[in-house]
């Protein structure tokens, strides 16, 4: 009898896990096919042309916001740089001098001058700081598209690396249109991914956008995924599977 006890109770608790996984089935209004994309994404470029001379960065590596990606060849800038420094110097002096006796007018256009030396220093600054490509927030390197020597080119695209925030993520799928009315903002949902089959990730739509694919007569909806630390392995590019629960 003591053994019979046991199985008993495997045989209820098995009862008891089809009869949830029954009752959410029953509770699925669409179960459709998409795949993990991260809410922020973005592609890290030169805004000016230049060779790049040192590269920090790898795949897969997790950066801070304000991190040093690489460095351009800043010779040229660095020289601009000094002579608008030198000529902020000379711009004072005269300045310094006109205030010794001069006339107003004198006083006033050696005043102008100063300003204008010194915007002129402020802009061989701020072009010399962007020879140097930072993270622009906290984040993981998913792809690079150059190294060094490369020259980085704004006219045609001057990509150096693509740039993920995986702490956040979501489900990206496509609702035909004839499906549109069981889907709506807030509406629970789960999402199975093919890498992981036995892990069910909780979500949530936080977006359906308001524009029909004639093509394919879908409308795109977008999941956040409710992330635990045993997600981090989630990756974008997934493909997951998406149960839209019934309203």
Do not use: W, Y
């Not at 109770?9 to 998409?34: F, H, M, P, Q, Y």
């Not at 889907?183 to 739509?205: L, M, S, Y």
């Amino acid at each position: 009898m003591a053994r019979i006890q046991p199985i008993a109770a495997i045989l209820l608790a098995a009862l008891a896990t089809a009869g949830a996984l029954a009752d959410d089935k029953a509770k699925v209004a669409l179960e459709i096919k998409g795949i993990i994309v991260p809410v922020r994404q973005t592609t890290v470029a030169a805004a000016t042309l230049g060779r790049i001379v040192e590269v920090m960065v790898e795949e897969g590596q997790r950066v801070k916001s304000g991190d040093i990606f690489a460095r351009l060849d800043s010779a040229e800038t660095e020289a601009i740089l000094r002579v608008a420094q030198s000529k902020l110097k000379l711009a004072q002096a005269r300045h310094e001098n006109a205030n010794n006796g001069g006339r107003t007018t004198e006083v006033a256009v050696a005043a102008a001058a100063v300003e204008v030396a010194k915007a002129e220093v402020r802009l061989a600054e701020v072009r010399l700081d962007g020879r140097v490509l930072r993270a622009p927030f906290d984040g993981v390197v998913v792809t690079r598209h150059a190294d060094v020597g490369a020259v980085l080119n704004p006219v045609a695209g001057g990509r150096l690396c693509d740039l993920a925030d995986l702490s956040t993520l979501e489900a990206e799928i496509e609702v035909r249109e004839a499906d549109l009315g069981k889907v709506a903002v807030g509406q629970a949902c789960q999402v199975h991914v093919d890498a992981f089959p036995d892990r069910r990730i909780e979500g949530r739509v936080v977006r359906v956008v308001p524009v029909v694919n004639a093509a394919k007569a879908t409308v795109a909806v977008r999941v956040r995924l409710e992330r635990r630390g045993e997600d981090d392995r989630l990756l974008p590019g997934m493909t997951a599977i998406v149960r839209v629960l019934g309203k």
